[in-house]
């Protein structure tokens, strides 16, 4: 129990997959406009991830390693990865479409979003067992989420701020997230 909190609480905070690891950064900074879209698309990416680091792990354990098919990993986990977002897209659509369209174009990029396929090679790679894939697919998708909330959070009150010309808009926010990065480095020292 102890170590699939400490996989958890690592992906979460320590190897922080935007801020540590500079994964999935196009809608880390496309999307962290407003806190709402955010705090949805926060929780797209939660069920996305955990979903396919499961899919995966079956997949890589119970098909591809068994049949020498290693070399398709990739492929079949990008196959699995489209299918999850589709099915949140639809469900997104028919559900709410305020936050389906709040999401734009972001939500069908979760596809492309390397830090889902990040997260599902990594565990393969780590030699996770099923249970420590969705654990630390879960982990990784809630450090994701505590980013770009709080980014969004951050940049709704630089927009209050006067600021010189050159700073507005993509600097300041570059700038913020650089910051963000620095701080989430100091988890680092955290021992279990």
Same mark, same amino acid.
Request: glycine letters at 6%; one cysteine or more; hydrophobic letters at 60%.
């Given at each position: 129990m102890t170590s699939l909190i400490m996989i958890m609480i690592g992906n979460a905070l320590i190897h922080n997959?935007?801020?540590?690891?500079?994964?999935?950064? /196009?809608?880390f900074l496309g999307v962290s406009k407003q806190?709402?879209?955010s705090a949805s698309l926060g929780v797209a990416v939660i069920f996305v991830i955990t979903i396919a680091s499961a899919v995966a792990s079956l997949l890589y354990d119970y098909v591809l390693a068994p049949f020498g098919l290693d070399f398709m990993k990739t492929i079949v986990f990008i196959l699995?990865?489209?299918?999850?977002?589709?099915?949140?897209e639809m469900f997104?659509?028919?559900?709410?479409p305020a936050i389906y369209k709040a999401l734009g174009i972001f939500l069908p990029l979760i596809t492309t979003n390397c830090a889902v396929l990040g997260v599902a090679l990594t565990n393969?790679?780590? %030699?996770?067992?099923?249970?420590? /894939?969705?654990?630390s697919g879960f982990g990784t998708a809630v450090g994701y989420?505590?980013?770009?909330?709080?980014?969004a959070s951050i940049r709704t009150r630089i927009r209050e701020e006067d600021l010189p010309a050159p700073l507005r808009g993509a600097p300041i926010v570059l700038i913020a997230a650089a910051l963000m990065s620095i701080a989430f480095m100091g988890f680092? %020292?955290?021992s279990f």
């Open positions: 997959v935007v801020l540590n690891q500079f994964l999935g950064i /196009c809608s806190i709402k879209a699995v990865i489209a299918a999850l977002v589709q099915i949140v997104l659509k028919k559900t709410s393969v790679q780590n %030699g996770y067992n099923l249970i420590e /894939c969705i654990v989420t505590i980013a770009i909330v709080l980014l680092a %020292g955290l």
